[in-house]
C-alpha cells in the first residue's frame, strides 16, 4: 500500500452552485448518516471529480511505488527476501487494478488514467520520485512509507465512497505481511554489523524529508478542503496524518537506536502534537512539477513498458469484447 | 536511460519522451465482473472487475486478481454486458416493490439472482431462477426471494454467460498456503528485537 498525501484541487465557493440543491441535499444527508455512495446514486459534480483523482492518484502510486522497491528485487539479501519482495511488489500492482476499477466506476476508463499517468497530467505520490541507492532504502520503503500509507488508508476506508472502501479494505487485509515484513527487515539491519546499522541510518537521513512530505502540505498553507472533510471524501488534514504516523512510528525507530534526521523533532506532550522542523514545501511542489530525481525515469518506464506492450494487446484485442463502465 | 537500476538502463529507447499515442475507444480490454464463494456452501458473493479480451483470460486475470491473498473454493466470471441491473433504492424501499409483475414467456432458461441487502456492501447470490426472460426471471426472483425484506439492488444473469470453474482450475489454488514468506505470521522480529534490546541496556 502506498497512496497519501492526495494533492487536491484548489476548490471555488461556487462549485456546487449550479447543482440541484434538492438533490445535494439528499446527498449530503446520506453521507452525515453514514451510509455509502453507490456509483449509480446521484453526486456532485465536485465529488465525482476530485474522487476520481484521489482514486487515480493512489492507484498510480501504486504502480509507480513498485518501481524503485522493484528494483531491489534481483539483490535482495537471500532468497527468502527476494521471494518476499517479489510477493510484496506483485501485491502492489494488484492494487493499482483494484484501485483502477473503482475509480472507473465514476467514468473515467483505465487505459485513459494510464495515458494521463504517462503524460504527466495526473500525478503520484511524490516519495517515489527519489531513488533507492542500497538495499537499506528499499527497507525503508517496506517498513515507514507502508506505514505512512496504511496511517492514510485506514482513514479513507472510512470514507463515503463504497467501491473505494471495499478496495481499500480488500488492500489493508492484503497488506497485514507488507509492514511486518518491512520492519523485520529494519530490525535485521538493527541489530546486525556497524555497517548494516550505518546503512540504514544513512537511508534514514535521505528519506526523512521527502517522508514528512508524504501527508501532503501543512494545514495553514494547503487548498481549503472543509466540503471533502463534509463529503467524507477527505477524512482527516495532512497534518492530523502526520502527527498519527510520527506518534505510532518515531518511538519505534528510536527504539532501533536510530536518529531521525531532525533536531528539532519532540512530543508536546501538553498539547499531544509532534513538533518539528518545518519540511521544505518549495523542494515538495519542485519535485512534484517534475524536478525530482527520479520523476523522468519513472514515467519512461512506465512509457516504454506500454509501448512494448501494445503488440500484445493487439494481438489479444477482440471486437466482441467492449469496455463497459463497471457496474460496483 | 541512465539509472541506477541496470534493467532500467538497458530498456531500448522507444517512441518519445512523454508522448503516447491516445486509445482509439476500441483498444480497450473489456469488463467482466467477478464472484467469489470464500467457503463451501456460502454463497457467492461480487468481489470487483477484471479488464481482459475474453472471457476465458478474464477468469485468468480474477484468480490473479482476487484469490492472490485470499484463499476461495470457488470462483467465476461474467461480461458486465450480460448481467440485469435494476435501479438502487434506500431507506426501507424495496425495490422489488417497484418491480411490475411480468408475464413470462415460453421457453426455460436458468438465471443466476443477486441481491445487495445492505448499502455499501456487495452484491450476494440469492438463489437460481427458471424463466424465458429477464423481466420474468424477476418476478419470480421477487415472489421467491424477496419477500419480507429489503432488497435495494438485483442482478440478473443468464447462467449460460458464466464462466465457472472446473475441477482442473480448482487444483491450480492449492498451493496457497505453502507459500509462508508472504504470511504475516512468519516474520516474528520480537525475540530478535529485545535480544538487541538487551544488549543494547547493557553496553
Known sequence: MYGGGNTFEGIKSDSVAQEDPILLAAFEARIARGEKIEPSDWMPQLYRKQLIRMIEQHGHSEIIGALPEGTWITRAPGFKRKMALMAKVQDEVGHAQLLYSAAETLGKPREQMIDDLITGKSKYSNIFNYPTFTWADCCFISWLVDAGAIVNQLANARGSYGPYCRALERICAEESFHLKYGHHCVIYLASGTQKQRDMFQEALNRWWPPMMHFFGPADKISTHTEILMRWKVKMGTNDDMRNQFLDMYVPKIWELGFTIPDANLIKNEATGRWEYTEPDWEEFKRVINGGGPCNKERLEVRRIAEERGKWVRDALKSSKAKYVTPLA | ?203
Not at chain 2, 473489456?30 to 483470460?57: D, M, R
Not at chain 2, 419480507?148 to 491450480?172: C, H, M, P, S
Open chain 2, 1 to 203: 536511460m541512465n539509472s541506477l537500476d541496470p534493467r532500467v538502463a538497458r530498456l531500448p529507447l522507444i517512441g518519445e519522451e512523454g508522448k503516447i499515442v491516445p486509445k482509439a475507444p476500441l483498444d480497450q480490454f473489456g469488463t467482466y465482473e467477478v464472484f467469489v464463494q470464500a467457503k463451501e456452501g456460502k454463497p457467492f458473493q461480487h468481489e470487483g472487475i477484471v479488464h481482459a479480451p475474453s472471457l476465458e483470460l478474464a477468469y485468468v486475470l480474477a484468480k490473479e486478481t482476487f484469490t492472490r491473498r485470499f484463499t476461495c473454493v470457488s470462483l467465476y466470471v461474467v461480461d458486465t454486458r450480460d448481467v440485469s441491473v435494476t435501479l438502487i433504492t434506500e431507506g426501507n424501499q424495496s425495490v422489488y416493490e417497484l418491480m411490475d409483475d411480468v408475464k413470462d414467456g415460453v421457453g426455460k432458461k436458468i438465471f443466476e439472482v443477486y441481491h445487495l441487502v445492505k448499502r455499501g456492501k456487495q452484491h450476494m447470490h440469492a438463489g437460481s431462477v427458471e424463466a424465458a426472460s429477464v423481466g420474468g426471471a424477476i418476478t419470480k426472483a421477487k415472489n421467491q426471494f424477496g419477500a419480507g425484506k429489503v432488497v435495494y439492488n438485483v442482478w440478473i444473469i443468464e447462467r449460460n454467460a458464466i464462466r465457472f470453474t472446473n475441477e482442473d482450475d480448482q487444483e491450480l489454488w492449492l498451493t496457497l498456503p505453502e507459500k509462508k514468506f508472504r504470511d504475516a505470521a512468519e516474520y516474528k522480529g520480537g525475540e530478535k528485537l529485545s535480544r538487541f534490546l538487551d544488549s543494547m541496556n547493557k553496553s
